[in-house]
């Protein structure tokens, strides 16, 4: 890959002297010190331009965020041999947000805040599979639904099974009633306000994608931007925060309050946010990954998510009954 990714480089107009692989990406170095990221991107010519734009527009805005570098021909992409596309940007050499320090956590969350207010301005339209339609959560929460369905039916059809599959059919009933409630609820909510709830979001807001750097908070990874309702993002970093911090209620509602505190939430928003949690979707993901993955090996790792699942769930069922509280009154 190196061979390739030394050929990659030579269609952009700078001078590599060393290449570094990372997690996903390939970090080339400029004789100044100074990287660039190269990394796949998933997507075609026409999206690509348009993040581009959509990075220039947050930096018009003051925010700091990374550009991308074009060809020596004037594309946005490269295209390989193989039809593997790639995208080089720029790099912000930073601290990623810990997870295990407050601050660290509601710095992120009131970046992301000022982040959506800045991308609510944000007036180019995007194209259709990049916008998320008004029900596309309560489809996509459907769609889990059917697919742990299919997980308890093929486990229960397996003459012997593993500690996975036990555990998982002893504990299908509850988290499928979870589901089955948070869909049914979804379904029956008011006509989904559009307006100020939605524009450019994310897509993949995590600790891994915020940075501390010498020119302060900065968001990276933008290639998953989309249009979609802002408190998607916000339930993303969320339920990973609450999960690693086995549903603390005091630091859920220190970043309910922290967004809010930059960034109204709105009635409906915060009702999205509570059925967002309310969803088993932890439960859903070790499903999936363990139905996908070779099902003749007994495996550990989803045994473990498992119980680990199971154990945090009083502390989930309380917090949702403070966030219900809080909600709905």
Known sequence: ??????????????????????????????????????????????????????????????????????????GALFTD??????????????????????????????????????????????????????????QEYGRHTRELHKVRNYIKSKKKRNEFEARFLNEYAYYLKQAEDAVDRLHGMPETPQGQYFG???????QHNFLFTAKGAVIINYERFCKDAFVSDLAHFFRKIMEKHNWNTGIGMDMIRAYDNIRKLEPWELKQLYFRMAYPEKFWKVANHYFNSKKSWANNRDSEKLVKICAQEQQRRDFLNILQYFVHG
């Open 1 to 74: 890959m190196y061979n390739r990714t030394e050929i990659i480089l030579e269609a952009y107009p700078y001078e590599f002297t060393d290449i570094q692989k990372g997690r996903g990406v390939y970090f080339c170095l400029e004789q100044n010190g100074s990287k660039k990221v190269l990394k796949e991107f998933s997507g075609s010519q026409m999206k690509a331009e348009l993040l581009d734009c959509f990075l220039k527009y947050l930096q018009q805005k003051g925010r700091p965020a990374e550009q991308i570098v074009y060809t020596k021909e004037g």
């Open 81 to 138: 041999i193989d039809e593997t596309r790639y995208y080089m940007r720029t790099w912000f050499d930073g601290k990623e947000c810990d997870t295990r320090n407050r601050d660290d956590i509601l710095c992120a969350v009131r970046t992301l805040a000022g982040f959506h207010l800045d991308a609510a301005g944000f007036d180019r339209e995007l194209p259709a599979a990049m916008c998320r339609t008004p029900d596309f959560l309560e």
């Open 200 to 206: 450019v979001c994310h897509g993949d807001y995590s």
